[in-house]
């Protein structure tokens, strides 16, 4: 079975940083699109990181860009979601994904997903 387990999340305050980490099993990870995606109440899940199995490539929405990175340590079978420079509007679900057929693209394109795990920016 793909299993995906999210952890790092917590409290932080603006400015901080955070890193968030994708444990996955059940499947060759480094064969596996990896996206995050976050939700905030009352707003659409959004996709913030991507690392592409189609070309290696990373992508990032504007939102998080320079802010932001999605790197892989595959002989952990983990991704992790590197957040500096923290804002408020950060606050959210954070959620990690996979996905097997297709590259980058938005959540209903991911087969898989982790439980999720709230990560909180104060001001």
């Known amino acids: 079975q793909v299993q995906l387990v999210e952890s790092g999340g917590g409290l932080v305050q603006a400015g901080g940083s955070l890193r968030l980490s994708c444990a996955a099993s059940?499947?060759?990870?480094?064969?596996?699109?990896m996206g995050w995606f976050r939700q905030a109440p009352g707003k659409e899940r959004e996709a913030v990181a991507c690392?592409?199995?189609?070309?290696?490539?990373?992508y990032y929405s504007d939102s998080v860009k320079g802010r932001f990175t999605i790197p892989p340590d595959n002989t952990k079978n983990t991704v992790y979601l590197q957040m500096n420079s923290l804002k408020p509007e950060d606050t959210a679900v954070y959620y990690c994904?996979?996905?097997?057929?297709?590259?980058?693209?938005?959540?209903?394109?991911?087969?898989?997903w982790g439980q999720g795990t709230q990560v909180t920016v104060s001001s």
């Open positions: 690392l592409s199995s189609m070309d290696s490539s990373t």
């Open positions: 059940g499947f060759t990870f480094d064969s596996y699109t």
């Open positions: 994904a996979a996905e097997v057929r297709l590259g980058c693209g938005p959540a209903l394109h991911f087969g898989s």
